[in-house]
């Protein structure tokens, strides 16, 4: 059957959280209140790396740019959503859509690649602490990032190009984003090379993340055993907690949403597990390295006396 035997469709419904109407206005105030805390606690992660001479270093410098794509990440995804709680347009033109999804992958998947390069930062510091300021330079951290970035983009325009080339007979998205799967069940053809080609992706941008993390952690933990003062390994493991608490997170949500089969979950549990990567997760980030780092804690508190004085 040719393409243009099919209904042309021009734009797509969000049904949302319609299964949840009588809630809505609830919603509406948990997300608005978990995206303002969000915002506000990037913002201030990146300002106070910025401002701060002490949090100069390459951990707080791939920090601060987690924070910049997550800020990013959230702002494609969470005021529509938000929108359309309070009763706002449900429609998404093709090229809207096409574009939500765009950015959605791009900073998903630089988001799990810019963990990555933190996890090996941790590596250099505590198993070859004496080369660290040879070893990560400022020229391999921006390389890092880039490649990060890099990687994002490339992996987005595959996925997005994959998905809007086929036809579609359907226009109600049973999601609150254009995310990949919701997207590919609208199409009017078998889409079985579409979903290979996502788990494909998938595996590459989470496993092998995920793998290269666990491996530096492995090197990170023999290491810091065979410190001799429980001082020290005290400290050691102080400083690797906030990375390691943010990586389990991200990247076990992630991998339920999209290493598991066709989906297999009821649209309430895809939703669920939807809020959890594109609402709590960013949230994480900003909560657990304020609350659970000293260092940021002290510039925090500094930046706060500088301004009362």
Known sequence: MKRE?????????????SSFHE????LFVVFLMLYIL???GNVIIVTIIQTDRHLHTPMYFFLSMLSTSETIYTLVILPRMLSSLVGMSQFISLAGCATQMFFFVTFGITNCFLLTAMGYDRYVAICNPLRYTIIMSKRVC???VGGACSIGLVVAMTQVSAVFRLPFCASKVAHFFCDIRPVMKLSCIDTTVNEIL???ISVLVLVVPMGLVFISYVLIISTILKIASAEGRKKAFATCASHLTVVIVHYGCASIAYLKPKSENTRDEDQLISVTYTVITPLLNPVVY???NKEVKDALYRAICRKLS
Request: proline share 0%.
């Open 38 to 40: 969000t915002l506000a």
């Open 198 to 200: 996502t788990l494909i």
């Open 5 to 17: 035997n099919y209904t042309l469709i021009t734009e797509f419904t969000f049904q949302g959280f």
């Open 142 to 144: 921006f390389q890092l």
């Open 290 to 292: 304020t609350l659970r």
């Open 23 to 26: 809630h809505q206005i609830t």
